[in-house]
T-cell receptor
Framework: GQQLNQSPQSMFIQEGEDVSMNCTSS?????WLWYKQDPGEGPVLLIA?????ELTSNGRLTAQFGITRKDSFLNISASIPSDVGIYFC???????????FGQGTRLTINP | KAGVTQTPRYLIKTRGQQVTLSCSPI?????VSWYQQTPGQGLQFLFE???????NKGNFPGRFSGRQFSNSRSEMNVSTLELGDSALYLC????????????FGPGTRLTVL
C-alpha cells in the first residue's frame, strides 16, 4: 500500500532552536496535512496544504506542499517547551478521503 | 463548536469478547473515518462512512465493522478480540467533500488481555 517516509524519526533540540521535518512518498497526493499528537490524546491538525508549491504558515509553524506533489516539509521556528510531542504528516490520494500517515517525528526539547 | 467526542476513553476486554466504540463528529460534519494506532504499525485507516454508507475500507479483517447513524454519529465494532487488537482507536470527522481537513477525537484506548 501507499507509504509516507517521514524523517527524522526523533529530534533532540535546545529551546529556541528551529526544527525541520519532512515527508516523501512514491505516490502523488492531493492534500498534505500536518498533525501534532500529545501522549494519550488524538492528533491535532496544525496545517493543511491543498496545492502543489503552496507555502502556509500558522504562527511559528510553516509547511510546504512539494511541487511534485510527492513531498512536504514542516518547519517550527524558535521552539518552546510546549512544542514537545509527536508530529505526523498525512497525505490524501486523489479522489480518496482516507489519510495515509508517516511514522511520526518525536520532538524533545531541552530547556 | 464542540470537537469530536469518543466514548469510552478506556476499555479493557479479554480475548474472544467483542467491543463497540462510539464517535460523535463535529456538528455539520457528515463524514466519519476510523483509524487504528499501534506502536508497531502507526496510524492505519480502518473505514470511512458518509450518509450512513461505508465509502472506503482499509485492509483489516472482517472482525472490524462499523456503521453510521442518520445524525452522523458512528460506531465501530470489533468481534472475537485478539491480543493484537490492543490499540488506540481514533475517529476523525470532516465535511463530506473529498480532500477536506479531518479533525480527530481523543481516541479510545482498548486493551485486550
Amino acid at each position: 500500500g501507499q507509504q509516507l517516509n517521514q524523517s527524522p524519526q526523533s529530534m533532540f533540540i535546545q529551546e529556541g532552536e528551529d526544527v525541520s521535518m519532512n515527508c516523501t512518498s512514491s505516490s502523488i497526493f492531493n492534500t498534505w496535512l500536518w498533525y501534532k499528537q500529545d501522549p494519550g490524546e488524538g492528533p491535532v491538525l496544525l496545517i493543511a496544504l491543498y496545492k502543489a508549491g503552496e507555502l502556509t504558515s500558522n504562527g511559528r509553524l510553516t509547511a510546504q506542499f512539494g511541487i511534485t506533489r510527492k513531498d512536504s516539509f514542516l518547519n517550527i521556528s524558535a521552539s518552546i517547551p510546549s512544542d514537545v510531542g509527536i508530529y505526523f504528516c498525512a497525505g490524501q490520494l486523489p479522489g480518496a478521503q482516507k489519510l495515509v500517515f508517516g511514522q511520526g517525528t518525536r520532538l524533545t526539547i531541552n530547556p | 463548536k464542540a470537537g469530536v467526542t469518543q466514548t469510552p476513553r478506556y476499555l479493557i476486554k479479554t480475548r474472544g469478547q467483542q467491543v463497540t466504540l462510539s464517535c460523535s463528529p463535529i456538528s455539520g460534519h457528515r463524514s466519519v473515518s476510523w483509524y487504528q494506532q499501534t506502536p508497531g504499525q502507526g496510524l492505519q485507516f480502518l473505514f470511512e462512512y458518509f450518509s450512513e454508507t461505508q465509502r472506503n475500507k482499509g485492509n483489516f479483517p472482517g472482525r472490524f465493522s462499523g456503521r453510521q447513524f442518520s445524525n452522523s454519529r458512528s460506531e465501530m465494532n470489533v468481534s472475537t478480540l485478539e491480543l493484537g487488537d490492543s490499540a488506540l482507536y481514533l475517529c476523525a470527522s470532516s465535511f463530506p467533500r473529498v480532500g477536506g481537513e479531518q479533525f480527530f477525537g481523543p481516541g479510545t484506548r482498548l486493551t485486550v488481555l
